[in-house]
C-alpha cells in the first residue's frame, strides 16, 4: 500500500517523537491530543531537538523547518480521516486505546492500518475491540524515538501479513531497525526481558544490598548498559514501571513481576521520576 500521510494520536515524549521522526522521514504528519497544549509543546521539543542537530552539524535549518511545516495539529481524531497510517501514541490505560481506535474506525476509510505503541499491553484485545482486527497491530518505538533505532511490531492474533508487512516497511522507511515479535505476549521482546531485571533491582535496594547509586554504577560498567535500572525508573517515571509490573504479574499469575513495596512507597510519596523533579534521583524541573 502506499502511505503519504500519519496520523499520531498522543502528543506526549513518545508521540511527538513518532510524530517528528515520521515528518523528518518525508511523510505528512497529523499530530493529535486533547488539549492543543500538549501538541504545542511537542512541537517545541521537535524543535528544540532539531536545534541541537543542526549545532552539531547533523541536520540544516531548511531540513528543519521543513519538517515541521510536514506536521498539522489537531484536537479532534475526526481530522484523522485522511491517514493512511495512523500510529497509537496515548496513555498505558487499554480501555483509552480501545476507545481510541473504535472512533478511529468510524472516522478513517477501510484501508487505513491502526498501530498501537503499547509497551507492553494486548494488543489482540486492543484489536478486537477497533472494529478491524486484521488492520491492527503493535509497533513499539522506543523512548526517544528521535535516537533510538528499534521498533518491535507485534502481531495480534487478527492481524493480516499484509497489515506486518506494510507496518515492518513504515518502520525501516523512518531508518529503524525491526524486530518481529510472532506471538502477542505482555511485554514482547524487550520488556519481557527489562521489568524482571527491574524488579530484581528494586529488592536488592529494598534489602539494603547496595545503594542506588552502587547498583546503577554497577549495571553500567558491568553490563555496559547506557544507564542504570533506577536512572532508567525515573526516565520512564516510577508510576508506568509500577503499573506494567502490576499488569505482568496479574496476565503471568506469577508475583514474581509484581512491583516491590519500595516503589509503591515512591508513588505514595509523589516521588516519580523527572514528572515531579525527583524519583530516585533529584532533577532540574
Known amino acids: 500500500m502506499t502511505i503519504k500521510t500519519i496520523g499520531v494520536v498522543g502528543a506526549g515524549a513518545m508521540g511527538g517523537g513518532i510524530a517528528q521522526v515520521a515528518a523528518m522521514a518525508g ?17 517545541a521539543r ?3 531537538f532539531m536545534a541541537r542537530s543542526i549545532e ?13 511545516t510536514r506536521i498539522t495539529k489537531t ?14 501514541a496515548v496513555l498505558e490505560k487499554i480501555e483509552l486505546k480501545k476507545e481510541v481506535f473504535q472512533t478511529l474506525h468510524k472516522v478513517c476509510g477501510p484501508d487505513t492500518i491502526f498501530a498501537t505503541n503499547t509497551s507492553s499491553m494486548s494488543v489482540t484485545e486492543i484489536a478486537a475491540a477497533s472494529g478491524r482486527p486484521e488492520k491492527v497491530c503493535g509497533m513499539h518505538f522506543f523512548n526517544p524515538a528521535q535516537l533510538m533505532k528499534l521498533v518491535e511490531v507485534i502481531h495480534a492474533i ?12 513504515l518502520a525501516r522507511s523512518f531508518g529503524k531497525t525491526t524486530v518481529e515479535v510472532k506471538k502477542d505476549s505482555p511485554g514482547f521482546i524487550v520488556n519481557r526481558l527489562t521489568f524482571p ?13 547496595a545503594s542506588v547509586e552502587d547498583i546503577d554504577t554497577a549495571i553500567k560498567l558491568g553490563l555496559n548498559y547506557p544507564m542504570g535500572p533506577f536512572e532508567s525508573f525515573d ?17 503471568f499469575n506469577n508475583s514474581n513481576y509484581a512491583p516491590p513495596q519500595i516503589l509503591k512507597q515512591r508513588l505514595r510519596a509523589g516521588l516519580i521520576g523527572r514528572k515531579t523533579g525527583e524519583g530516585f534521583y533529584k532533577y532540574k524541573k
Open 197 to 209: 531485571y527491574m524488579v530484581e533491582a528494586a529488592r536488592i535496594l529494598e534489602e539494603g544490598v
Open 158 to 169: 487478527q492481524s493480516s501479513d499484509e497489515t506486518i508487512a506494510a507496518t515492518i516497511e
Open 27 to 43: 511523510y505528512n504528519v497529523i499530530l493529535r491530543d486533547i488539549d492543543m497544549k500538549f501538541v504545542d509543546n511537542a512541537i
Open 56 to 68: 552539531k552539524g547533523k541536520m540544516t535549518e531548511e531540513a528543519a523547518k521543513e519538517t515541521i
Open 75 to 88: 484536537t479532534t481524531l475526526e481530522d484523522m480521516a485522511s491517514a493512511d497510517f495512523i500510529i497509537e
Open 235 to 251: 526516565m520512564g517515571g516510577i508510576d508506568l514501571a509500577t503499573a506494567i509490573m502490576e499488569y505482568f504479574a496479574k496476565e
Open 46 to 48: 521537535m524543535e528544540k
